[in-house]
Structures are given as C-alpha cells and as structure tokens.
C-alpha cells in the first residue's frame, strides 16, 4: 500500500515558477514508476509528466516539454515537478500517481495509487 500526498500548489502569474512535491509512504516507493496528471472541472484528466523506479527514464506531455521537469528522490520517497514560464492553461488539479508499470502509468488507466490533488492556478 502506497499513500501519496502532494503539496506545493498554488496561485502565481503566468510566466512565473511553482514547484509540486508528492510524497510516499511506505517502503515500496522506490519500486515505483511515479507520474503527475492534471485536471480541469469538465474535463478528462491529462496526462503531464512520467519518471521511472529509477529516475532513468523520463517523458512529457508536448504541452509541458520544455518548461516542466520531473525528478525524484527515491531516500525521501519524494517526486518533484518543478514548473517553469506557467501559462494560464496550466491551471488545474494536479495529482501524483504510482504504478510499477512505466509504459503504462502515461495512458493514466488501471494505475495503482492516485494523490488527492493540489490547486494550482495561473493568472494571465
């Protein structure tokens, strides 16, 4: 059992910085594929960011290629997002997932654990 939570949200003006965190529990985090998703009110959650077990292997969604990095700390069952030039359409409930399985954790079905969401909100 894995329980992820996520912190770092907030609100800044567009071309501004914030960076997301998610930590884990347990002792099987480093075990884990780790991704970020977001959300808006009337829409399907999308797909943003994957990092795998090892932090050797990473990929972006095109709408954040370039402006977002994904890294992890596998001794502080931590996963970051660090989010550069934000635009408002970044604005969303982003979400930290887990899934042993690196391919599939992108397609955001059947993944292990979900975190409850952090707001993030960008003024233009």
């Known amino acids: 059992q894995v329980q992820l939570v996520e912190s770092g949200g907030g609100s800044v003006q567009a071309g501004g910085s914030l960076r997301l965190s998610c930590v884990g529990s347990?002792?099987?985090?480093?075990?884990?594929?780790m991704g970020w998703f977001r959300q808006v009110p009337g829409k399907e959650r999308e797909f943003v960011a994957v990092?795998?077990?090892?932090?050797?292997?990473?990929y972006y969604a095109e709408s954040v290629k370039g402006r977002f990095t994904i890294s992890r700390d596998n001794a502080r069952n931590t996963v970051y997002l660090q989010m550069n030039s934000l635009k408002s359409e970044d604005t969303a409930v982003y979400y930290c997932?887990?899934?042993?399985?690196?391919?599939?954790?992108?397609?955001?079905?059947?993944?292990?654990?979900w975190g409850q969401g952090t707001q993030v909100t960008v003024s233009s």
């Open positions: 347990g002792r099987t985090f480093s075990r884990y594929a």
């Open positions: 990092i795998s077990s090892s932090g050797g292997n990473i």
């Open positions: 997932a887990a899934d042993p399985a690196y391919s599939r954790l992108p397609t955001g079905r059947e993944v292990d654990y």
